[in-house]
């Protein structure tokens, strides 16, 4: 992938992974389409770089979508890389009577609903635009799940082969797959241990982007699949002995 003079949207990029994500292809040249819910977080990211386009919106409701689609076919048609970072976790199990309907909705939508829809209604530009990508962050849960957050897990695993089908329905435009560990984030605060920063997330998924590497695993996930490779079981109890 040739990494500047590209336009860029990016979702959750007000904070963590987004985050630095939104920075760095704007160091690289880019423009950038900065989508979150927190418009002061918004502004504040703005002033980093000219470069930056802040768009207000909540992509698991569908009037956000819409409107957020109506913006870049009117403004910004030339749009040529959709990276699907927002995700929610509640870390909790179906038996937490806190954890209602509403929030495994929200959590759905976000993390697995709403990067499909924005994929299926940007797909026409991404197709007609050169050096085109979609960028889905899933997880190493989505390998190996936790006791907790099952929901999450689910709607990971989802992002993860749903990635890899889209893969090969599409020609034109590539199909990246970042599949991270625990990483130190707002979401991930008071949990587990043995955190990689967003930066070191980043530069990884540079190089490996760059170099047409589709399924990309940071960090400790090489050796998370090698291990549930080998043995799943050992793998199971590595992952329920953390907590991420």
Request: hydrophobic share 40%.
């Amino acid at each position: 992938m040739i990494l500047n003079n590209n336009k860029i949207l990016i979702t959750g990029a007000t904070s963590g992974i987004g985050k630095e994500l939104t920075k760095r292809f704007c160091q690289l040249n880019n423009q950038v389409i900065a989508v979150g819910r927190n418009e002061n977080r918004l502004n504040e990211l703005a002033k980093f770089d000219s470069r930056i386009i802040p768009f207000k919106c909540d992509i698991s409701l569908q009037s956000e979508l819409d409107r957020l689609v109506a913006f870049i076919k009117k403004e910004h048609n030339d749009l040529n890389v959709l990276i699907n970072n927002a995700g929610i976790q509640y870390d909790q199990t179906l038996l937490n009577e806190t954890y209602a309907l509403q929030k495994i909705e929200h959590e759905i939508n976000t993390n697995l609903v709403s990067p499909i829809k924005l994929i299926a209604l940007l797909l026409p530009l991404l197709q007609i635009n050169s050096n085109s990508a979609i960028v889905n962050v899933s997880s190493g849960l989505a390998l190996v799940p936790k006791t907790k957050a099952a929901v999450y897990c689910g709607t990971k695993a989802a992002i993860h082969i749903f990635s890899k089908s889209l893969r090969y329905q599409l020609n034109k435009v590539k199909v990246f797959e970042i599949i991270p560990p625990l990483v130190d984030t707002e979401m991930t605060k008071g949990r587990g241990k043995g955190k990689i920063s967003p930066q070191r997330l980043v530069n990884e998924f540079i190089k490996a982007y760059q170099k047409n590497k589709y399924e990309i695993n940071i960090h400790k996930v090489k050796l998370l699949r090698l291990i549930n490779r080998i043995s799943p079981k050992i793998a199971d109890r590595i992952m329920n002995r953390a907590t991420m």
